[in-house]
């Protein structure tokens, strides 16, 4: 779970998304906790994980076993 922020700002990335786009899509008002989650400041919630995992068409292992690499 160490590696999720990175993982999610991957993902954002791949589908060249900003913070700003990604929070509009998950249904956030704003950015800001993403940005935390990315760098590790804040671990997500459950809710949020499921969100991200249909957003990006992804398991929740795929997010949150470190040992398990996003091939998407």
Not at 39 to 61: C, H, M, N, S, Y
């Amino acid at each position: 779970m160490q590696r999720f922020g990175e993982k999610l700002r991957l993902l954002r990335l791949k589908r060249r998304m900003t913070l700003k786009e990604l929070a509009l899509a998950l249904g956030l008002t704003a950015h800001g906790y993403l940005s935390e989650i990315e760098t590790g400041k804040k671990q997500p919630t459950v809710e949020f994980v499921l969100k991200v995992a249909i957003l990006f068409d992804i398991t929740t292992d795929q997010l949150l076993r470190d040992e398990l690499e996003i091939t998407k």
